[in-house]
């Protein structure tokens, strides 16, 4: 397993279920969302990582100015990974779940390269269902 961490988030990389987990420890500022995206792309395209999880069960909400360039980022680096499926752990929080379909509108209009994802509230769900894909992809 590979791994990075900050003060802000912990990234890790599972190759048994060829993913990345993010996980957000203190609600960051634009420029550490950025950057700890651009690590956890870096480190889907290394591995060629086929799913991912965003843990933000601590809540933060990005504002508009890091809700549009976390857009860009992902999708100017999307076509380099090899990302079938992305999951976002929140609180039930139905701002939460908003966000995350603005984000990824925002994403898919700035690219042709799609992904499937969902919103979850429980991390273990979200990996089942991202490994879900590796099972797929097996048979």
């Not at 420890?25 to 086929?50: C, F, H, R, V, W």
């Not at 508009?64 to 079938?84: D, P």
């Not at 429980?122 to 048979?139: E, G, I, M, T």
């Amino acid at each position: 397993m590979k791994q990075y961490k900050d003060n802000y988030c912990q990234i890790s990389y599972n190759s048994n279920i060829n993913q990345v987990y993010l996980k957000w420890l203190l609600p960051p500022d634009e420029d550490a969302l950025l950057s700890g995206y651009d690590k956890g792309l870096d480190m889907a395209i290394t591995n060629q990582a086929a799913s991912w999880v965003t843990d933000n069960s601590i809540g933060f909400q990005p504002d508009i100015s890091m809700q549009r360039a976390l857009a860009q980022l992902a999708a100017s680096r999307l076509e380099q990974t090899s990302l079938k499926r992305f999951a976002r752990v929140t609180p039930i929080d139905v701002f939460q779940e908003l966000i995350t379909h603005k984000i990824f509108n925002q994403i898919n209009d700035l690219t042709v390269n799609s992904i499937e994802f969902e919103v979850f509230h429980n991390p273990k769900d979200a990996q089942a269902w991202c490994r879900q894909l590796s099972l797929l992809l097996v048979n």
